[in-house]
């Protein structure tokens, strides 16, 4: 895992520094995995970051969770919100398990319910004081270090004259770093328009400004933050997508940007004999596998060979299905004699399924790295790959199946993709979504009527770094798995 | 907490009408703040001569009461009485609006 983290830093945000910077500028860590790497460490200590993004982009929940790691860390916060009810914002932490109520009673943390009465008159020029006041009050009796002002426009809205509001967020600005507060603002953005037009003034005067959107490409969404600029701190440049699960804000690691893959490792069997004489020895540990073929070509009877017998020698598999549930595969492998229950049930063999459809590649992805931290399998199957493309598109498809493999080849694990093709010109298909140049073995499936009965035949097409039959062979499932008809 | 809020008390003796309840909250010395403090006080002068009080609330002084009624910016005035309870933002240039908000308009006499 030490490996895997070493990666992300290097992958992120090269040349920047954790805590301390080479200006001696602090830094508070958010607590939120992932963000604190973009950031090179955490937010500058002492000093305003901006948030902006769209209604649902996920600002307010961020910086609840920075309030939470800091109430955790010793550092006591204050959260002011301007348009929600401090009862509902407890209501929703509480169903992400978080419990603030426990942390405000330790004085921990303060919510600061700052909604102004919409029936208020406004008649003549005033100021912030009044809630300056109470805060300065709160500030001392808690020794707050962090404070989220949520919704800052909503304040500055109550100004008609942009003047007044500039004035006042410059005073608020001022008695902020005054006080040395580690200070998170949101601001709400119209969709599809980075910056807030009409505060653009506040993006120069915070020190670090982050941007987080969400976007529907395809009828899938996918959230995604950048930051745009962060005074005397380097920091990952690129836009990074992230999910919110009910444990808050997760950044996806990203695509490291050189290619540490291992050398593949030796030869491990394909769990058919015959086969193995075909490959010279098995498939390489650690390298990517194609299985391509039309439909019913025994692609998946293949990969299950060999899954079973890797979780025979006591090797784990973690099987993603994006074709058909764990109870329907377990039954239909009964089929050719493949029994998976007792591997699943040994936890040699872990299968997830998932709707390709049912969220966005950010979100598989995320899924597919936790089950891979998780189980630690030394192989993955991915059943199939081109049913990844109803994940949101071709590209959403490569997207996932290019950084699920290299993250599979850092970590030395061997990847078996099911590729299954529509017709019988498979040599066209077979690069599958584009991927062909990073897979190391492909191996084709496909059924030929011969002599009024389909005969299945395999190939290997390709096999980086090891000798291999060139011949098609006849193959049959039988009930004892699959059988290598002798040429 | 209560001493420190500075009480203005102007009753008068004289009967029927109804009396006035304002609570002011205003930030030292600054200019809204006087502004608001000299608007109000002209005002019911004017118009419930003898029928009013004001509560005028530091909140650099009293941050507990300002946060007990739940104020955010100063100037801020409350009319606590006659209900219903009204409050107004700013330092209450605009006498014609201000008389209108606080139903000071007409028959108050």
């Known amino acids: 895992m030490a490996t895997a983290k070493r990666r992300g830093q290097r992958g992120v945000a090269a040349g920047t520094r954790t805590g301390k910077g080479r200006k001696g500028l602090s830094k508070v860590p958010t607590g939120i995995a992932g963000l604190d790497l973009v950031l090179g460490g955490g937010l500058p200590a002492g000093r305003v970051t901006l948030i902006h993004g769209g209604a649902g982009s996920g600002k307010s929940i961020m910086s609840l969770q920075c309030l939470l790691h800091g109430a955790g860390a010793g550092k006591p916060g204050i959260l002011i919100m301007f348009e929600e009810r401090a009862a509902a914002v407890r209501q929703n932490a509480w169903s992400r398990g978080w419990d603030l109520t426990r942390l405000e009673k330790k004085n921990k943390l ?13 008649s003549g020029d005033f100021s912030i004081k009044g809630i300056l006041a109470v805060l300065d009050h709160r500030i001392k009796a808690m020794r707050a270090k962090l404070i989220v002002i949520d919704a800052v426009d909503a304040l500055l809205h109550l100004y008609d004259n942009p003047m007044r509001e500039r004035h006042e967020l410059y005073v608020l600005h001022e008695w902020l770093l005054d006080r040395g507060l580690t200070t998170l603002m949101t601001v709400k953005t119209i969709p599809q328009e980075e910056a807030p037009s009409r505060y653009a003034f506040l993006d120069f005067m915070a020190d670090c400004v982050i941007h987080v959107d969400q976007r529907v490409t395809a009828q899938i969404a996918t959230r995604r933050l950048r930051v745009i600029k962060y005074r ?8 990074y997508p992230f999910i919110i699960d009910e444990s808050g804000i997760n950044i996806i690691p990203i695509t490291s940007n050189i290619l540490q893959h291992r050398p593949p490792g030796p030869k491990v069997s394909s769990g058919q004999a015959r086969l193995d004489d075909v490959l010279a020895g098995g498939y390489k540990r650690g390298t990517s596998i194609l299985l391509a073929g039309t439909a019913g070509a025994g692609k998946t009877t293949l990969a299950c060979v060999f899954t079973r017998a890797a979780c025979l020698r006591g090797e784990r598999v973690l099987y993603l299905n994006f074709e058909e549930s764990a109870e329907s595969m377990v039954s239909n492998m009964l089929s050719p004699g493949l029994t998976l229950q007792p591997l699943i049930k040994a936890g040699t063999l872990a299968v997830r399924s998932y709707l390709p459809e049912a969220m966005g590649v950010e979100e598989h992805l995320f899924h597919a790295l936790k089950d891979l931290d998780e189980f630690q399998p030394q192989h993955v199957v ?3 790959i081109s049913a990844c493309k109803r994940m949101g ?7 996932y199946l290019m950084r699920l493999l290299n993250v599979c080849k850092e970590r030395g694990i061997t990847c078996i993709y099911i590729n299954q093709t529509s017709g019988l010109e498979i040599a066209q298909e077979i690069s599958g979504i584009g991927i062909s140049s990073l897979i190391d073995t492909i191996i084709l499936l496909r059924q030929l009527p011969i002599g009024g009965a389909m005969t299945r035949q395999l190939i290997v097409m390709k096999s ?22 002798k040429a | 907490m209560m001493k420190a809020r500075k009480r203005e008390r102007r009753r008068s003796a004289k009967p029927g009408g109804e009396s006035y309840v304002f609570r002011l909250f205003v930030a030292g010395n600054e200019s809204n703040s006087s502004q608001a403090r000299a608007n109000l006080a002209r005002l019911c002068e004017e118009h419930i001569k003898g029928r009013y009080k004001i509560d005028a609330v530091d909140v650099l002084k009293d941050a507990a009461a300002a946060h007990k009624n739940k104020v955010l910016v100063t100037p801020t005035l409350i009319l606590v009485k006659p209900l219903p309870k009204v409050t107004l933002l700013g330092n209450l240039n605009d006498t014609r609006q201000v008389l209108a908000a606080l139903r000071l308009t007409g028959d108050e006499g």
């Open chain 1, 110 to 122: 303060y919510l600061m319910d700052a909604r102004l009465d919409p029936e208020a008159v406004i």
């Open chain 1, 232 to 239: 005397g701190s380097g920091y990952g440049r690129n836009e």
């Open chain 1, 382 to 384: 991915v059943d199939a």
């Open chain 1, 393 to 399: 598109s071709e590209q959403a498809a490569f997207e």
């Open chain 1, 464 to 485: 980086r770094g090891s000798k291999h039959s060139e011949q098609f062979h006849e193959f049959r499932i039988t009930d004892r798995g699959i059988d290598l008809v």
